[in-house]
């Protein structure tokens, strides 16, 4: 598995897998990424938000479909910015806990390479990495912002005075922790296209699909792709992403993934006979 600090991404995407000894290759879903990678398409060219929810039963191959979309990805021309998080059962009902995730990522693929490579996580380097993202961006309110990503993303440090006032009001504190992640998005795909690719989606909590939901509808004129993967069963959680004529209204796609059909079966049992006779 893959670890960043105190978070877990997932299972290693250059981990292949293998039946005794021969790759296990990817077949009968190529419908399924010739759609991901149509989204993508449309993301990165006509600059718009797009989100997909993926969904399955456990063990049907969602994980699978995932390594294959980010690996296409990666080989392109120009490959976006990736940014991964999972539900976690245990911590299910932690508020923005998927959230606090992808900001944690985001500040630390924006300090790689930079100046601010393997600096603590505080506010002072918060502030600095936005204004690598952002540098036209007013200071007083990258100040500001980097205040709250900081509180969301438990950073080190002090709280600021905007956020110690902040959090005498729940709803104050909503809406601010709102406009600093828009805020941070907003500055990622001043770069390039961003995915966010969220493992596990049937055990995020309500607030992180939320304010999710509401980045894509708040950033529809950016190049941002949600894909959300998640078991069967838990559809009602994502309606605000692809239920009941958000379809349509925010381009949001549904893709199912069934059992392989048998010529999918038969293809995948030759092409392991075959590699376990050359090996």
Not at 162 to 173: E, G
Not at 183 to 202: C, H, K, N, R
Request: net charge negative.
């Amino acid at each position: 598995f893959e670890i960043e600090g105190r978070d877990l991404l997932g299972a290693r995407e250059d981990e292949a897998q293998t039946v005794l000894g021969p790759q296990v290759p990817c077949v009968g879903r190529e419908r399924d990424l010739a759609i991901l990678a149509s989204v993508y398409d449309e993301v990165s060219e006509e600059c718009v938000a797009r989100a997909v929810l993926v969904t399955g039963e456990a063990g049907v191959g969602k994980s699978r479909l995932r390594r294959e979309q980010l690996g296409a990805l990666a080989l392109l021309a120009e490959p976006p910015q990736v940014l991964r998080a999972r539900g976690d059962v245990l911590e299910g009902e932690a508020a923005l806990g998927v959230v606090s995730s992808l900001v944690r990522e985001a500040l630390r693929a924006a300090s790689r390479g930079g100046a601010g490579a393997g600096a603590p996580l505080d506010v002072a380097a918060i502030e600095a990495r936005l204004k690598e993202l952002e540098p036209r961006a007013e200071a007083s309110e990258r100040r500001t912002t980097a205040a709250f990503l900081a509180e969301l993303a438990g950073a080190s440090g002090d709280a600021d005075a905007v956020v110690l006032a902040a959090r005498r009001d729940p709803m104050v504190m909503t809406e601010r922790v709102r406009r600093a992640v828009l805020a941070l998005l907003t500055a990622m795909t001043e770069a390039g296209a961003v995915v966010v690719v969220i493992e596990d989606a049937q055990w995020c909590d309500a607030a992180s699909i939320r304010l999710l939901g509401h980045a894509v509808r708040e950033l529809a004129q950016r190049p941002l792709m949600l894909c959300v993967y998640a078991r069967n069963g838990h559809e009602e959680r994502f309606e605000g992403l692809v239920g009941r004529g958000a379809s349509s209204q925010h381009g949001a796609t549904s893709i199912r993934l069934g059992p392989l059909g048998r010529r999918a079966t038969e293809r995948l049992a030759e092409r392991l006979l075959a590699g376990s006779s050359a090996a």
